[in-house]
């Protein structure tokens, strides 16, 4: 940001309320009220002057003091309406707009502090009291510009009324106008000692009123942004809930047909037993089919009641965990090894995580996310292949990577794979069997862990499933609304793997 850019900043209004403020003053025409009320006022007072104190005359400079704030309060209400068609003329308020509504008030306080100069200049100088308006003018900048705004319309403030005590003390200015009729010999606008002491007081009030002022209006701004960011945050969970409730009605549906399939093929091979259809040498082959069957539908029940317990679960508990993923890694490798030697496939496990570092997920989650992404590597690898599990660490994140050597996933279909039921056509075009719910139970611990799910995949050479999780040493995650689509999703084409190979 440039110096120029970094001064504009600071002259503009902050917060949502003090733009709003500052359109409403021009659309209400407060300022420009205030000082017809003033002029309505004023003129009556030089009236009730003359009528009952015909021997004390006030300088004419006075009334034409007063005549100027009429004509320059005209010149405003023009200028007034101009400016708020042109904020309106849009869909709303813009930045560039902003700055001239925030121009606007800091020409009329400056010219207004100028024509308060005159007027106690023709009306006692520093005897009158309405040096006390200043401090208005004081008050309004504070709660409507920003800091360094406000400071220099105090600066100004104070420099015209020390100007003018001072100019009348030393004889700059004369000749001097009494405020009261019978006090025409005080005389104490010549008194030094007097004179300091009023700009010191009126410098003590201008500045004291700006700072409490300033304080105030920055604690409100605070809370403002912290009323926007719940309201954003309420918004956001709103949308999650919304999009959630949709996920959940098509995952009921699907869930009904996927478990249908499997109850309506066991139906039709018992039918074929109990109608004498299958002969006594193929019943073992039917009961095989049968078993197979019940096996697909109690794989897709656990996995439901899996996926359930997850959603169910609170996902702060990934906050208060603690798990070691070598711990984890190791015991779900054992797990696997008989069916990876079943297919010849080569199975290796890589360690290159900093010593002692721990995840911030719960334990039993973590291995239903490494179980899945492991027993589909093994699953969708052909015979003679190999699968890699490796870890690693960074100071706010730990990864652990599941890289096989099968049949990848289709550009087109990574981002899909997440979703519960959704399967790859390659791996529906091999038969080979599966319920659809893994990546989806590994999706559902990242969201609530605040993890990533990183996808890299090649038709024909393989996959490589990158989870990372906060690490339990590092600050934990400000995010306060849980999102419904965390997972982060890289595809890896062939010809992006060409210069590797």
């Known amino acids: 940001m440039s110096p120029k850019q970094h001064v504009a900043d600071l002259m503009f209004p902050h917060g949502r309320f003090r733009a709003r403020a500052l359109i409403a003053i021009i659309r209400g025409q407060w300022f420009i009220r205030l000082r017809w009320m003033f002029l309505i006022a004023a003129s009556a007072l030089l009236i009730l002057d003359r009528i009952h104190l015909p021997d004390f005359k006030r300088p004419w400079a006075v009334a034409i003091c007063i005549g100027l704030v009429g004509v320059v309060n005209f010149i405003w209400w023009l200028v007034g309406r101009h400016l708020l068609g042109e904020v309106y003329r849009g869909v709303g308020p813009s930045a560039e707009n902003l700055s001239r509504v925030v121009s606007f008030l800091n020409a009329q306080m400056t010219v207004d502090l100028l024509l308060l100069t005159g007027i106690l200049r023709f009306s006692g100088g520093i005897e009158n009291p309405m040096a006390i308006f200043y401090l208005f003018h004081m008050l309004i900048s504070a709660l409507l510009l920003r800091p360094l705004n406000a400071a220099l319309q105090g600066c100004w403030a104070l420099f015209l009324y020390g100007g003018l005590a001072v100019g009348e003390c030393a004889g700059l200015i004369t000749p001097h106008y009494p405020?009261?009729?019978?006090?025409?010999?005080?005389?104490?606008?010549?008194?030094?000692s007097y004179v300091f002491t009023a700009i010191g007081v009126l410098g003590a009030g201008i500045f004291g009123t700006l700072y409490f002022t300033l304080q105030i209006s920055s604690r409100l701004d605070e809370q403002e942004r912290e009323l926007f960011e719940a309201n954003r945050a309420l918004e956001q969970s709103q949308e999650a809930l919304q999009e959630l409730q949709a996920r959940r009605s098509r995952f009921m549906q699907t869930a009904a047909h996927q478990l249908k399939s499997p109850l309506t093929g066991i139906e039709m091979l018992a039918d074929l037993i109990r109608n004498g259809v299958v002969d006594s040498a193929g019943i073992p082959d039917v009961v095989r089919r049968i078993i197979r069957r019940c096996h697909e539908a109690i794989v897709q029940v656990t996995e439901l009641l899996t996926l359930s317990r997850i959603g169910d679960a609170a996902p702060t508990r990934h906050e208060r965990a603690s798990t070691d993923p070598r711990a984890v890694v190791e015991k779900i490798v054992v797990r696997f090894t008989e069916q990876a030697q079943a297919k010849d496939i080569k199975l290796d496990v890589n360690f290159a995580h900093a010593a002692g570092a721990r995840a911030r997920v719960e334990q039993r989650d973590l291995e239903d996310c490494i179980s899945n992404l492991l027993d589909n590597a093994i699953k969708y690898t052909a015979d003679g292949g190999s699968v890699s599990v490796t870890t690693s660490s960074t100071p706010q994140r730990l990864s652990i990577s599941v890289k096989d050597t099968g049949m990848g996933i289709a550009e087109e279909q990574v981002d899909s794979i997440f979703d519960p039921f959704r399967r790859g056509n390659l791996a529906l075009a091999?038969?080979?069997?599966?319920?659809?719910?893994?990546?989806?139970?590994?999706?559902?611990?990242?969201?609530?862990?605040?993890?990533?799910?990183d996808v890299r995949s090649t038709v024909g050479k393989g996959s490589e499933f990158t989870l990372s999780f906060p690490r339990q040493d590092a600050p934990a995650s400000p995010e306060k609304v849980r999102g419904t689509h965390a997972t982060t999703l890289t595809s890896k084409t062939a010809s992006d793997n060409q210069d590797r190979t």
């Open 179 to 192: 405020f009261l009729n019978w006090a025409t010999e005080l005389e104490i606008h010549s008194d030094w």
């Open 430 to 453: 091999a038969n080979i069997p599966g319920s659809g719910l893994g990546l989806a139970i590994v999706r559902e611990v990242i969201e609530q862990a605040h993890g990533n799910v």
